[in-house]
């Protein structure tokens, strides 16, 4: 099923879900860096619930946005999607192997984590309460970090495409699961129509950061969610 999604995803691709045509770039690259780094940004700030409840300053967020997605782009496992008229940037998916933390001191999402501490430990806990990394091998386990879509294109299935697209990418390189952190419902649903069921939850309300509930009050949860991927089973796709 996954094969679909390598070229152009039309219409035909998504049924009614898709009223534009629209084409998924092979990687993430170079080129794209200023355009993906703009989009990131406005739906990283504006739309996700825990950056909201943070607001950082915009303009010092940027600065260090960039160099993440620069990283982004050499790792060879970040996809984005396009509008294949207008030709601008709808959607993104950002991925690590899951033994390359983003976070960690001198990896480069360390400066822009700098602005989220609340939210980077909280994601931390989750992990370490119900993900095992003892004894993963390099190359087995990938780590969708992120995923957006920008507010004219949802609604259309681009976010499963670009979910569905890195399935497939993780199994030719190899990967046998691929994880993901759902902050919100809607996430959350995305990753079930693909296969991925939860393997943990921690609510906003249950979650301290130096003793206080930062995110008292704010709904809901982070999901941690996990499917097995089987390299095997691109001999069997249609």
């Known amino acids: 099923m996954e094969q679909e999604f390598q070229g ?7 049924k ?6 629209m084409e998924i770039s092979s990687l993430l690259t170079s080129s794209d860096i200023d355009e993906v780094t703009r989009l990131y940004i406005d ?25 993440y997605v620069v990283a982004l782009a050499e790792n060879g496992l970040s996809f ?4 294949g008229e207008a030709g ?19 990896a ?3 400066a822009l984590s700098r602005h989220f501490p609340e939210a980077i430990s909280m994601i931390d806990e989750l992990e370490d309460m119900f993900l095992k990394r003892a004894g993963v091998a390099r ?39 691929v994880v993901t952190d759902c902050t919100s419902v809607r996430s959350r649903r995305a990753f079930e129509r693909c296969g991925f069921s939860g393997r943990g939850y921690l609510a906003y309300d249950a979650f301290s950061y130096g003793g206080v509930c930062f995110f ?19 001999e069997t796709e249609p």
């Open 80 to 83: 984005i999607v396009r509008d």
């Open 8 to 14: 152009s995803l039309t219409k035909e691709t998504f």
């Open 16 to 21: 009614a879900e898709v009223a534009l045509p």
């Open 216 to 234: 008292q009050g704010l709904e809901g949860g982070i999901s941690l969610m996990v499917k097995d991927v089987d390299p095997s089973s691109l």
């Open 88 to 106: 601008g940037i709808a959607g993104f998916i950002f991925c690590f192997d899951l033994l390359d933390d983003p976070t960690s001191e001198g």
């Open 43 to 67: 739906v990283f700030l504006d739309d996700e619930p825990t950056s909201r409840a943070i607001a950082p300053e915009r303009i010092a967020v940027c600065q260090d946005a960039l160099a």
């Open 139 to 177: 190359g087995s386990v990938l780590h969708i970090y992120q995923i957006g879509v920008g507010r004219p294109y949802r609604g259309r299935g681009i976010a499963t495409a670009l979910i569905r697209q890195v399935l497939h990418h993780a199994r030719e390189l190899g990967y046998r699961q």
């Open 108 to 110: 480069p999402m360390a």
